[in-house]
């Protein structure tokens, strides 16, 4: 899915009618739960968008191809969890998750009010010309998760790149791409700068709790044989705690989750050129044909015609 189609999405969203949203979606053949799985760059470049969330529908573990920066516009009580690490989101916060890197919301049972972030989109292509250009890694500090808290700090100015960027893409005047992409640059740079200076505060991750503890096992254990029983008896609690905990906190059962995960591990090692057959054993699926399924039902295509649709991309 295209930046085009999440537009359209975006307004859908506005309504805040979860049953008008799931009709709609089934008219554009979208399937709600993979929406986040199955979004593509428009441009070579750079993308960018306001999304706005209301806690009515659930965002699952997903990933992207290419860099994702958000800057936080509310103070909606959301947590986000990047890779294995939770941190709990306020006004100002920019997140950056690279390419490959497993991240989704997480929703109190009731917002404090919507959950509102401007999305930059960046290329890999595009960060390669960025540093060249500044003689530096200025997306090195991205590799690992990182998120900056910028409320308080010499960097709140940061805000104003993303919505300069923003203003350009819905006003399309002319040459508006070329400013787009000039936006992002000055916005890295000065990124880069907060990341090496005092001025910057970095988020903490929220205290451990047993989620935090079994997310971190799951993604030490992809390729083994993960069971709910053998989970259970490691943590020294019940099966039905650790199920009733990634319902409430995930929207997920315990062994959705583990599918999710390892198929995001699964995109990243499939761009490697790995044999399919080898791959999906090392992320723990028995055999092909079971990796095979749970890939074409949660993305919507065979992995033989992911690689394909990404080679062709790049």
């Not at 916005?187 to 988020?203: D, P, W």
């Not at 090692?269 to 699926?285: A, K, P, S, Y």
Request: proline share 4%; net charge negative; glycine share 4%.
């Amino acid at each position: 899915m295209k930046l085009d189609q999440l537009n359209t999405l975006s307004e859908l969203y506005k309504t805040n009618d979860p049953n008008y949203i799931h009709q709609e979606l089934k008219k554009l053949g979208i399937n709600l739960s993979s929406v986040y799985q199955e979004l593509e760059m428009s441009s070579h470049f750079v993308d960018t968008h306001m999304d706005i969330s209301y806690g009515t529908t659930p965002v699952h573990l997903h990933s992207h191809s290419f860099f994702e920066l958000m800057y936080c516009c509310s103070n909606s009580g959301v947590q986000y969890l990047i890779g294995t690490d939770r941190y709990r989101l306020q006004y100002g916060d920019i997140i950056i998750v690279p390419p490959g890197v497993g991240h989704r919301p997480i929703f109190p049972k009731e917002l404090a009010e919507p959950y509102k972030r401007i999305v930059l989109w960046v290329s890999p292509e595009f960060a390669d010309h960025l540093r060249h250009i500044m003689r530096d890694d200025a997306l090195e500090q991205a590799k690992a998760p990182h998120l900056i808290r910028t409320q308080g700090t010499p960097w709140e100015f940061l805000g104003t790149f993303f919505e300069k960027g923003l203003e350009e893409a819905q006003n399309r005047h002319l040459a508006w791409q070329a400013a787009l992409c000039g936006s992002t640059m000055q916005l890295i740079a000065h990124m880069s700068r907060a990341t090496l200076e005092n001025g910057s505060q970095f988020l903490k991750t929220e205290k451990k709790e047993l989620l935090d503890e079994i997310v971190a096992y799951i993604e030490r254990h992809l390729g083994d044989h993960i069971t709910l029983t053998d989970t259970a008896e490691r943590f020294f609690v019940s099966e039905s705690t650790i199920s009733q905990t990634f319902q409430k906190k995930m929207h997920v059962s315990f062994y959705h989750y583990v599918t999710q995960r390892r198929l995001i591990a699964a995109k990243s090692m499939i761009l490697e050129d790995m044999r399919l057959e080898e791959l999906c054993e090392q992320v723990g699926f028995t055999d092909y044909s079971a990796f095979y399924r749970a890939f074409k039902k949660q993305y919507g295509i065979s992995p033989r015609e992911y690689r394909s649709l990404m080679l062709e991309n790049t």
